[in-house]
Structure formats: C-alpha cells, structure tokens
C-alpha cells in the first residue's frame, strides 16, 4: 500500500499493514518512493501520512479511543 508524506508530498510504501490498521502503533514502517534507488526502510509518525488523494487515515487506524466516540 502506498501513501503520502504530508509534508513532501513523496509516495511511502507501507512495509507493515498490520501497523498501519493497529490504532496502539504510533509509527509504522516504509520507505519512500522518491528517485531512482530503493529507499532504506524506515519508521513513519501515523499523523504525518495520508492517502495520495490528501485525505487523512481513518480515525480507527489512529486513535486507541476511537469506539469510545470522544
């Protein structure tokens, strides 16, 4: 899955989906996809990817609380 840095603006290829969908994890681990080399893998803060349309994660993939409806 692909998503994009809020502040560059770069593609990030999402190494670990679960991750990704666990609201407890604050970071998730990819690579940008940004030049002609194969980026090392890194950790992502949640709060600075979105998907490549602009809009932010869903809020379950993100909040711990979010059942709680606050």
Sequence with gaps: MYLKDKKSGDAVEILDLQALFDPTQARVSGRFHAGEEMQ??????KSELAF?????????WIDPAYRRGG
């Design 40 to 45: 090392d893998p890194a950790a992502f803060p």
């Design 52 to 60: 490549p349309s602009g809009e932010d994660l869903p809020r379950c």
